[in-house]
């Protein structure tokens, strides 16, 4: 993996691109260090950065659901929700307007700094496809950041996503992954819409699914739009607005 050096950052992964002649949509970026000014010179560190071509993804037709190990998220979630949302209100006042190559790295350096205070380090790896862009957060201690049922992971992306659409110019679709969690969570969900038709036909009464986020509630809405007796919408707030699933009247 090239790592490329520099004073700040953004310079940082200038150079990676200009080397490797990528453009940012292009590539791919790991954000290893930040950098530091230092007092006097004393204490200064470079930002280290990785930055690859992007890989072409394989389609998966299978994916084996493995245990997940998790940890009781409910302290650790509320940690998380206070410290974001009180450094999201004092980073506005420097971060508005960014472009999305800005945004993005602002959101991958919010990241790191979160993952570090949390004990579960990690390096965060930035890609895109066509709907949205993808950080995945790659750690040796996967199942603390998922939490219980995924409750911290969605915690997360729900204040990212927050972060994002108060810095950025643009409107950005993201999503926070550890591992493959998010793959093997959308094999669950095409289980758990196949169960929730069947019962809502047997029972003839609407089903109210637990909280998801947008992505996976849009998931859902997808693979129900072709059942023509069967109606979906959103009730409540983020982050605990959750699907209903009826008959159509």
Same mark, same amino acid.
């Given at each position: ?16 691109? +200009? ?6 949509? $292009? ?7 930040? @950098? /530091?000014? &230092?007092? !006097? ?88 496809? +066509? ?6 957060? $790659? ?7 998922? @939490? /219980?049922? &995924?409750? !911290? ?19 950005i679709s ?33 089903v109210f ?28 707030n983020e ?11």
């Amino acid at each position: 993996m090239p790592k490329f050096t520099a004073e700040t950052v953004d310079q940082a992964i200038e150079l990676g691109l +200009k080397t490797l002649q990528l453009t940012r949509s $292009e590539a791919d970026i790991q954000i290893i260090e930040e @950098g /530091k000014k &230092g007092f !006097l010179g004393i204490g200064k560190k470079e930002a280290i950065v990785v930055v690859e071509g992007i890989k072409p993804v394989d389609v998966v037709e299978e994916v084996v659901v493995e245990k997940e190990e998790t940890i009781e998220p409910t302290p650790v979630v509320e940690k998380v929700k206070e410290q974001v949302v009180e450094e999201v209100v004092s980073e506005q006042k420097e971060l508005v307007n960014l472009s999305d190559d800005e945004a993005v790295t602002a959101l991958a350096l919010y990241l790191t700094d979160i993952t570090r205070d949390l004990g579960a380090p990690a390096m965060v790896k930035v890609s895109r496809n +066509k709907e949205r862009v993808i950080f995945n957060l $790659e750690t040796e201690k996967k199942g603390l950041l998922i @939490g /219980k049922h &995924g409750k !911290l992971l969605n915690a997360i992306q729900y204040l990212a996503q927050v972060y994002i659409h108060r810095i950025a110019k643009n409107r950005i679709s993201i999503v926070v992954n550890v591992g493959d969690y998010r793959e093997r969570r959308e094999a669950i969900i095409k289980r758990l819409t196949k169960q929730t038709l069947r019962q809502v036909r047997e029972t003839e009464q609407p089903v109210f699914l637990e909280p998801m986020p947008a992505f996976e509630r849009k998931q859902v809405h997808s693979i129900l739009a072709t059942e023509s007796d069967i109606s979906t919408h959103s009730e409540g707030n983020e982050p605990h607005r959750y699907l209903v699933v009826e008959l159509k009247k």
